[in-house]
């Protein structure tokens, strides 16, 4: 292995890129000190010591959904205890809210709801960005984009550039969860497929727009599936250029119905962090979603190739409903510190990483 560490190391220095193979063998080594040496190089090549967040809020404008994966904890039936929708005055009071603390970003998903109809979420749009002009709106997964073609009949290219028009600025990069068909057939049958979820991201980036891309993992999926995911997503930024920042998110077990899912350990969480910024050269920014992770393992992190800590956040459903730990929000100060005492530099960043201020 030694003479394996050295190989990559070189290929790691140069900018080289790393094949499936070399990949899967990081996967199965216990090595966690020398994977995360490389992946701390590799990071460093691009980023230097700048550890980037911003202040942003979360609205999940509904739980209920069409759709019943069952490793999500969030959706709902119609009808059915918990389930729930915003109505327009209540999303624009959290806009309002965030703006007023001075939040430069909303992030904003939510199931797909039976009912409302394509016109409500360029009206939900539209609103925010009128009462909140200097808000940029991250919203709607691939899975949200390809829906609401759906039910207005309208082709994606469409509703893209209808959703542009409203406000929209980037998507969240939700809805990936694991692209191998056989374990998304197991743990979201009614999903998209990856393939479908690549194809509507594509024509995303093709229409201007930037997106995150994400990986659920530590559910049913194997190392193998992890490694296709990733080169799927190496191959579309070979292509578009689109992405912004990949996002692995540690499936949380609990409310969720996957037999025997154990969820992610701290080393697994560490491994698969550091070897995506490994294999990820065309990506610039690794996220440690700090929410699923837990804040220590998410500062941890940042010794092994995480660049980024997203952001404050307020009032997360999704990851919390599932079993999450973590807090529901953190204020800028909280997360300055956090980076300062891994000896990094706090740097925050508007959506599209431009920074705002060093710390």
């Not at 890129?17 to 990071?43: H, K, M, V």
């Not at 406000?167 to 049958?189: D, K, T, W, Y």
């Not at 799927?232 to 990949?246: A, I, K, N, P, V």
Request: charge should be negative; proline fraction near 3%.
């Amino acid at each position: 292995m030694v003479k394996f560490f050295e190989n990559l190391r070189a290929k790691v220095r140069n900018g080289a890129r790393i094949s499936d193979n070399e990949a899967l063998e990081l996967f199965q080594s216990n090595d966690l000190l020398a994977i995360g040496e490389l992946a701390a190089l590799a990071n460093r090549r691009q980023n230097g010591d700048r550890v980037y967040f911003n202040v942003n809020r979360h609205i999940n404008y509904s739980n209920i959904c069409v759709n019943r994966c069952i490793f999500c904890a969030f959706c709902k039936e119609k009808g059915e205890p918990g389930s729930y929708t915003l109505a327009l005055n209540e999303v624009l009071a959290k806009a309002a809210e965030a703006s007023a603390a001075g939040a430069t970003e909303i992030h904003m998903v939510g199931g797909l709801h039976p009912d409302l109809p394509f016109d409500f979420y360029l009206e939900m749009l539209a609103s925010i960005k009128a009462d909140n002009p200097a808000l940029h709106i991250k919203a709607f997964t691939a899975v949200e984009i390809d829906y609401f073609a759906r039910i207005s009949g309208q082709t994606v290219e469409a509703v893209i550039d209808e959703l542009k028009k409203a406000g929209l600025e980037s998507l969240p990069g939700g809805g990936a969860e694991i692209f191998a068909e056989e374990v998304r057939e197991q743990i979201c049958p009614e999903k998209i497929s990856g393939e479908r979820w690549l194809e509507v991201t594509e024509k995303v980036h093709r229409a201007g727009l930037k997106s995150n891309a994400t990986m659920l993992f530590g559910h049913l999926e194997s190392y193998e599936d992890r490694i296709d995911h990733l080169g799927r997503l190496r191959r579309l930024q070979d292509r578009t250029g689109g992405f912004l920042s990949f996002i692995p998110l540690a499936f949380q077990p609990d409310n969720t119905r996957i037999p025997g899912a154990k969820g992610v350990g701290g080393v697994d969480a560490l491994k698969t962090l550091a070897i995506s910024r490994i294999y990820l050269d065309n990506f610039r920014h690794v996220k440690a979603y700090w929410i699923m992770l837990g804040l220590k393992i998410a500062q941890v992190a940042l010794a092994f190739g995480v660049n980024d800590l997203d952001g404050t956040v307020v009032e997360e459903k999704i990851g919390h409903d599932a079993g999450a730990d973590s807090p529901q929000a953190m204020s800028k100060e909280q997360i300055v510190d956090l980076i300062r005492k891994a000896g990094r530099i706090p740097v925050e960043r508007d959506t599209l990483y431009r920074e705002l201020r060093v710390y």
